[in-house]
């Protein structure tokens, strides 16, 4: 999969992709991310990418043509699935979108900054909104970092063991049970019986059941 990103700060894009899964993920072959600085498009004095918006009112908006320039300078090259601007007002990020963008091939990331992007921008190019929450970030940066991060973790063959992936919470709407490690014993806190047993069908029962609690008490809204 392929991921190009414009943005107006390429600088807050550079490690959330250089550690880790992402990294990994990208020294296999099966993920590049490329960024794009906005600025390197605009044909203003000063490399001028916002300006005052008509009506009046406080805040800048991202104009027109520095982001239409790149965008289809990068459409001459590479023929995107969608183009996705990161907004607070667009649809909320979940694990079932995810999954569907994991599924293609190249992607296209806007950023907004300021007050956000020119409207004509989203009627005539944008192809997505995502949110990843009702808050409001600075810009779309860190928006797109976490949507690289839950995209590309379930791009084929970037987890080691395959199915772990599966078994993250959301995965079938139920949150993941809990997970424990060595010792046994600590401060008298035994780990549950079950998980040394090395019954698998009662382990994988315990699981869900587990999961299944815990859902019921913590987000209900998912069952
Ligand atoms: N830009 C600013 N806030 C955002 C949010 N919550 N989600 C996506 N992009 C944003």
């Given at each position: 999969m392929r991921i190009d990103i414009i943005t107006v700060q390429p600088g807050l894009l550079e490690s959330p992709f250089s550690h880790?899964?992402?990294?990994?993920?990208?020294?296999?072959?099966l993920l590049e991310v490329h960024t794009h600085?906005?600025?390197?498009?605009?044909?203003?004095?000063?490399n001028q990418v916002d300006d005052y918006q008509f009506g009046g009112g406080a805040g800048m908006v991202m104009m027109l043509e520095p982001?239409?320039?790149?965008?289809?300078?990068?459409?001459?090259?590479?023929?995107?699935?969608?183009?996705?601007?990161?907004?607070?007002?667009g649809e909320t990020l979940n694990q079932r979108i995810a999954n569907q963008l994991s599924l293609k091939g190249n992607l296209?990331?806007?950023?907004?900054h300021y007050k956000g992007i020119d409207e004509r921008i989203r009627i005539h190019f944008v192809t997505k909104e995502i949110s990843i929450g009702d808050y409001v970030l600075s810009g779309g940066e860190l928006a797109a970092a976490v949507l690289v991060?839950?995209?590309?973790?379930?791009?084929?063959?970037?987890l080691n063991d395959e199915t772990s992936a599966l078994l993250d919470s959301f995965q079938d709407n139920l949150l993941a049970p809990p997970v424990y490690t060595r010792p046994e014993e600590f401060r008298g806190w035994r780990v549950p019986d079950v998980l040394l047993s090395g019954d698998h069908k009662k382990i994988d029962n315990w699981r869900h059941d587990q999961a299944l609690e815990r859902t019921k008490e913590r987000r209900p809204d998912l069952l």
């Open positions: 880790s899964i992402l990294k990994r993920a990208q020294t296999k072959g600085n906005l600025r390197d498009y605009s044909m203003l004095k000063h982001v239409v320039n790149a965008i289809e300078s990068l459409q001459a090259k590479v023929k995107y699935d969608e183009v996705i601007y990161l907004t607070p007002d296209l990331l806007l950023c907004g991060d839950a995209i590309g973790r379930l791009i084929p063959g970037v």
